[in-house]
T-cell receptor, first 114, second 114 residues
Framework: DGGITQSPKYLFRKEGQNVTLSCEQN?????MYWYRQDPGQGLRLIYY???????QKGDIAEGYSVSREKKESFPLTVTSAQKNPTAFYLC?????????????FGDGTRLSIL | AQTVTQSQPEMSVQEAETVTLSCTYD???????LFWYKQPPSRQMILVIR??????QNATENRFSVNFQKAAKSFSLKISDSQLGDTAMYFC???????????FGKGTRLHILP
């Protein structure tokens, strides 16, 4: 079945530690996105990528980094510079190009601070 | 900048009733797309319905329909014959035609009561 796989489902970070959230898709989509979801805040865009080896900052990119070395993969690293990382993180993908392409979402990763 | 506003943080209705969720948006664009996404307790985001701004006819998907008022910049979602499985967070979203980023509202938490 085609879809988006996020791992792990739950992740814990220690002070000063970088952690990486995985996102893999087999939908052959060009565009991929990372969102952060906090209670009462909706979804906020962290980073997005419209093509391999290229990505752009979203609205809340500070303290995060990404890479897009393969079409299928778009990992997100939460760095120690992100002082409030506790949140639910959603990865999405779409055909890209124009706004009429709906986004398909993974099941999310919940990140907590130890 | 484009914004999406959902004025109802939380709603409850009895099973089998009809419920309408409100959404307004602000944009100077003429060509754009509007979406409603559902996020059940499992946390996976699911596309419910999509509307193209250039179409006057309101989109429908089974029990889900929209009331799209372009001049008023309003995009409400109507759920008919509501079911327990409709209990979820509902997000209204906007995307410009020339850009594949989606802007989400803060969501409305809908409870369907038995």
């Amino acid at each position: 079945d085609g879809g988006i796989t996020q791992s792990p489902k739950y992740l814990f970070r220690k002070e000063g530690q970088n952690v990486t959230l995985s996102c893999e898709q087999n939908l052959n989509h060009d565009a991929m996105y990372w969102y952060r979801q906090d209670p009462g805040q909706g979804l906020r865009l962290i980073y997005y990528s419209q093509i391999v080896n290229d990505f752009q900052k979203g609205d809340i990119a500070e303290g995060y980094s990404v890479s897009r070395e393969k079409k299928e993969s778009f990992p997100l690293t939460v760095t120690s510079a992100q002082k409030n990382p506790t949140a639910f993180y959603l990865c999405a993908s779409s055909m890209g190009g124009t706004g009429n392409q709906p986004q398909h979402f993974g099941d999310g990763t919940r990140l907590s601070i130890l | 900048a484009q914004t999406v506003t959902q004025s109802q943080p939380e709603m409850s209705v009895q099973e089998a009733e009809t419920v309408t969720l409100s959404c307004t948006y602000d944009t100077s664009e003429n060509n754009y797309y509007l979406f409603w996404y559902k996020q059940p307790p499992s946390r996976q985001m699911i596309l419910v319905i999509r509307q193209e701004a250039y179409k006057q006819q309101n989109a429908t998907e089974n029990r889900f329909s929209v009331n799209f008022q372009k001049a008023a910049k309003s995009f409400s979602l109507k759920i008919s014959d509501s079911q327990l499985g409709d209990t979820a967070m509902y997000f209204c979203a906007f995307a410009m035609n020339r850009d594949d980023k989606i802007i989400f509202g803060k969501g409305t938490r809908l409870h369907i009561l038995p």
